[in-house]
């Protein structure tokens, strides 16, 4: 919903940049490093650290995009927004990726401030992570 794109730029919540190669690579590498040490965590069954890095996994690919874009936020939320107006509502991205990114969103939410967690929540993060960052990198 576009409104709410607006909404983040009338803000300041999301900014225009000029497209940095570099700096949408850096991003990539942080998603991946993320990934990692996402998938690691959950093996080892540290579901809470799973869910973060997950998340945050998700995060700095979907990032990646909003910079590529020409765009920087300065809100999760804005991010999530960002990718609808610029990407989903574009038909450049399935929309798919925006429920994965709400869902790990809200349970890294719990996670890190509800000490709520457990192993099934941190395979869904885990596995949506891997899923939009290969998405993503292949494109």
């Known amino acids: 919903m576009r409104y ?3 909404e ?3 803000r300041g919540k999301i900014v225009k940049i000029p497209v940095d190669p570099a700096l ?3 991003e990539l ?3 991946e490093s993320d990934l990692v040490s996402a998938e690691k965590s959950l093996a080892d069954h540290n579901e809470k650290w799973a869910i973060i ?3 945050y996994s998700l995060f700095h690919t979907l990032r990646s995009l909003v910079l590529g874009r020409g765009y920087r936020e300065k809100s999760h939320r804005c991010l999530k927004y960002a990718v609808e107006a610029l990407l989903v509502d574009e038909g450049l991205l399935d929309a ?3 429920v994965h990114f709400s869902y790990a969103m809200d349970l ?3 996670a890190d401030y509800g000490c709520i967690y457990d192993a099934e929540s941190a395979r869904a993060v885990v596995e949506s992570a891997r899923i939009v960052f290969d998405q993503v990198h292949r494109e």
């Open 4 to 6: 709410r794109f607006d």
């Open 8 to 10: 983040c730029l009338t």
């Open 24 to 26: 949408v690579e850096k």
């Open 29 to 31: 590498c942080e998603a």
């Open 53 to 55: 890095q997950g998340y």
């Open 96 to 98: 798919g990726v925006l």
């Open 108 to 110: 890294r939410e719990g």
